[in-house]
């Protein structure tokens, strides 16, 4: 084995294709990770199991852009939280009108619409919901009066599409439809063309109005959601979660877990291989045979009892990933120690009686840093894939949204066998790619440490 | 060293080994199977009580009936060992001697398709599945890997060996639950071809059970012969490479014998060695890695059992098949070393 020294190995690797590939795809991770760090906030994955936070989003929606290859196109999702706000006054009626404009552009019927406000007024004000249709018909949806108080105070409320009111209005007006309303839900009859029951497309818009009686009277919080079938560049799952978040935030995870089991394990076996093979003789024998012994565990299955009997803490996963880590690492380190220990350097600093612990220190391992690097690199994928699997068999920590974590939840869910794509393909990608980075990276250096593979 | 010595020196780190894992199995889950142990006597204890109600009558009151019931549960805890902790050096030396000679005792919740609770029968019931499957896979992948990687390494930085190098790196990057998970959408929701759940549904007396069973084992062993067959090829074929560049192949070539016959006798004889190693750890290692593929795919053998055992902590269940696990791991790696030792008479020299 010869040593080389860390320029070297830059050039060697500058001149690789696939060694730049690996570091190149390693990049983008890594940014990814820290875009993802600085631009959602932590807050986000820990909600990440909090239904309340998802509720607006919808249920198992594909992503958007699978609209530019239908011909058929799918509703998106929409939330709008950004209306139109007109406060005016007729008189002594005080109106507060919420508009919200909707492109409707699809092939199908949205799946549903809800409103959520919350208003600060007293007494009791009027709330309407009109739709002015591309057609220009107007549509008179809800008026109701809100439920009365004498102070001045917060309400909430969410009206659904499905109410009973919206309904009854609607048929109300069945004289601008040329068909049967009976058994058709309300959003199959406001989007609807007026000869036959196919969706209008165009431009839709929402119009709120709160009349009352009392100045002060405002609409503090106003959010429209058209319910669709499709959301956000990934798409969402069955419990309503923006996938696109979940796999974004499995970046920086899997790049931890990766990147700290591989490092301390190669480290620990490197320690433990060099002093063993140095020593020789009785210590040598003592700890090989112990290593003997770890290396016959089966590992997955201890994994498996000591996640559910201990514990399943992401940070305590990594610790047991370390424990079956650096076995083979450690073999290796002891091969190599024992052909660098008869080469005259560390003789000679054995007879100018150096204390062991130094000798390992200074002169072998130094000498296996080379091997160190490329070993590092190959082991961190091995470290995602296991803690992705122990994920995907729900042992995992389920408070943080790691890859095989979602690949878990879309097989409880029967995902592939209900042909939900978006939440089966991108995680595995995600670890794959992952895994193709540290393997041209851990090779690479492997080819430039070990010119033997070279051919 | 002699072979004898040899030999024996292994056989008493495996014995150690698997020593070791039972202690820790124990050692883990230990406590909670005394307080289930425990509930499950005071459970049997009460029902025996209540179905025969002569027993509650001959009582005056209620305090001294729950007192003989409290004497009778004490009783039976002590006879059956229980009131001394799982780690005192008797309990522990008595269930390891227990399960050494396979006898697990019985389940607490899961039972083999036949109904029987006894742990031994139910992994006897599940292991000729896992056999079935994976060394069906295992062998269907080494046969493929060796005639690809012979073929990849004879003609170094060719077409076929540069696609089988980047398709066995990239083939093992990807988890192979994760492809089976696509192989499921693509064969059972796309092309309904396959079924998604590989567990028969039909009863297990059935004559066409095992037909069926076969069915179902299409898909799982198609996804992995998929992504297994690369990096078997490409194995093999750094061991050609390394082969073929020793000295005795050059002098081969250099008389004339022709490349074929250089490759497939001389070259691939020489690579035996470290293939049959391989084979026989990656016989074993299957086993391990069965866990998660038989989960994703529902395969009704040891590895679901496994996975079913830690989720509803069936203890008895779980240390029974983590020993069988454990021993033929051992098995394998001991074989795996012999025959290593067998081939290449180096390694005996050595030693």
Redesign the interface.
């Known amino acids: 084995m010869t040593s080389i020294t860390l320029k070297e190995i830059i050039k060697e690797f500058s001149k690789n294709r696939i060694g730049i590939a690996g570091i190149i795809i390693l990049s983008i991770l890594i940014f990814t990770s820290i875009m993802v760090a600085i631009f959602i906030p932590i807050d986000t994955f820990k909600e990440w199991n909090n239904p309340e936070k998802w509720i607006s989003y919808p249920k198992v929606s594909v992503p958007v852009w699978i609209n530019l290859f239908l011909n058929e196109k799918i509703p998106e999702h929409k939330i709008l939280d950004n209306p139109n706000i007109n406060n005016y006054r007729i008189n002594d009626l005080s109106i507060i009108s919420h508009r919200f404009g909707i492109d409707f552009e699809y092939d199908f019927f949205p799946s549903d619409f809800i409103y959520e406000f919350t208003s600060k007024y007293s007494e009791s004000p009027l709330l309407e919901i009109n739709v002015m249709r591309p057609d220009g018909i107007q549509l008179k949806l809800y008026s109701t009066s809100m439920p009365i108080t004498n102070s001045y105070s917060n309400h909430n409320e969410r009206v659904f599409s499905t109410d009973e009111l919206i309904r009854k209005n609607l048929y109300l007006q069945s004289n601008k439809f040329e068909f049967s309303l009976i058994n058709l839900s309300s959003q199959d009859i406001i989007f609807s063309k007026t000869g036959i029951n196919e969706p209008l497309k165009g431009k839709y818009i929402f119009l709120i109005k709160m009349y009352g009686n009392n100045e002060a009277n405002q609409i503090t919080y106003s959010k429209m959601i058209i319910g669709g079938k499709a959301f956000g560049i990934m798409g969402t799952d069955e419990l309503r979660r923006d996938l696109a978040v979940g796999i974004l935030y499995g970046t920086p995870l899997a790049l931890f877990i990766g990147l700290v089991v591989a490092l301390a394990s190669v480290i620990m076996g490197l320690l433990y291989g060099a002093y063993a093979g140095y020593k020789g003789k009785k210590t040598d024998e003592g700890m090989m045979r112990f290593n003997d012994v770890l290396y016959a565990l089966p590992a997955l299955p201890f994994l498996i009892i000591l996640s559910v009997t201990i514990s399943n803490s992401i940070f305590v996963m990594v610790g047991f990933l370390m424990i079956f880590g650096w076995v083979g690492v450690a073999k290796i380190a002891r091969s190599m120690s024992l052909q660098i220990k008869i080469k005259g350097f560390v003789e000679a600093a054995n007879m100018m009686g150096q204390k062991d612990r130094k000798i390992v220190l200074r002169h072998i391992l130094p000498q296996l840093l080379p091997y160190a690097f490329a070993s590092i690199a190959i082991s961190v994928p091995a470290a995602i894939t296991t803690e992705a699997g122990l994920s995907f068999l729900g042992l995992g920590d389920p408070s943080f949204p790691t890859w095989g974590q979602i690949l878990h939840d879309a097989n409880v869910y029967g995902a592939s066998a209900r042909g939900l794509w978006w939440w089966i393909i991108p995680p595995g990608i995600m670890i794959a790619i992952t895994g193709l980075a540290f393997v041209f990276i851990g090779n690479t250096l492997e080819v430039i440490v070990n010119p033997k593979l070279k051919r | 060293m002699s072979l004898k010595k040899y030999l024996f020196k292994r056989i008493i780190?495996?014995f150690?080994?698997l020593m070791?894992?039972l202690l820790?199995?124990i050692a883990?889950?230990g406590s909670?199977m005394d307080s289930i142990l425990k509930q499950g006597v005071s459970i049997q204890v009460r029902t025996e009580i209540t179905d025969n109600p002569t027993i509650a009558k001959s009582f005056s009151s209620v305090t001294e009936f729950d007192f003989f019931i409290q004497t009778q549960i004490a009783q039976r805890i002590k006879i059956m060992g229980l009131d001394e902790p799982w780690y005192s050096p008797q309990r522990i030396g008595l269930s390891m001697y227990k399960i050494l000679f396979l006898d697990f005792g019985h389940a607490t919740f899961l039972t083999s398709d036949s109904g029987s609770s006894d742990v031994k029968e139910i992994i006897l019931e599940k292991l000729p599945r896992t056999i079935l499957l994976f060394t069906t896979a295992t062998i269907i992948v080494s046969v493929i890997g060796i005639f690809l990687g012979t073929l990849a390494g004879s003609k170094?930085g060719s077409k076929t060996d540069r696609v089988t190098s980047s398709f066995a790196?990239?083939s093992?990057?990807?988890?192979v639950?994760?492809?089976g998970?696509?192989m499921?959408?693509l064969f059972?929701?796309?092309y309904q071809i396959f079924p998604?759940r590989a567990t028969p549904l039909i009863p297990f007396t059935d004559p066409n059970y095992i037909g069926s069973l076969l069915y179902h084992m299409t898909l799982p062993l198609i996804t992995i012969v998929m992504i297994g067959f690369g990096s078997w090829a490409y194995l093999v074929r750094n061991f050609i490479?390394d082969i073929v560049?020793e000295d005795f192949i050059f002098a081969k070539k250099t008389i004339g014998i022709n490349q074929k016959k250089i490759i497939y006798k001389h070259a691939l004889k020489n690579a035996a060695p470290p293939i049959i190693t391989v084979l026989a750890l990656s016989l074993s290692g299957s086993l391990?890695?069965a866990?998660?593929t038989e989960?994703?795919f529902d395969w009704p053998g040891m590895g679901r059992l496994?996975?079913e055992a830690?989720?509803v902590?069936d203890l008895p269940v779980?240390i029974g098949?983590?020993y069988i696990?454990?021993v033929f791991?051992?098995i394998s790696?001991f074989v795996a070393d012999l025959l290593y030792g067998y081939f290449d008479p180096r390694v005996r020299t050595e030693q």
């Not at chain 2, 093992?172 to 988890?175: A, E, K, L, Q």
């Open positions: 780190t495996m150690i080994v070791v894992t820790i199995t883990l889950v909670n170094i790196i990239i093992s990057s990807f988890p639950w994760w492809i998970m696509l499921i959408f059972s929701f796309t998604a490479v560049q391990g890695g866990i998660i989960a994703v496994y996975f830690i989720t902590m779980i098949a983590t696990l454990t791991f051992l790696i």
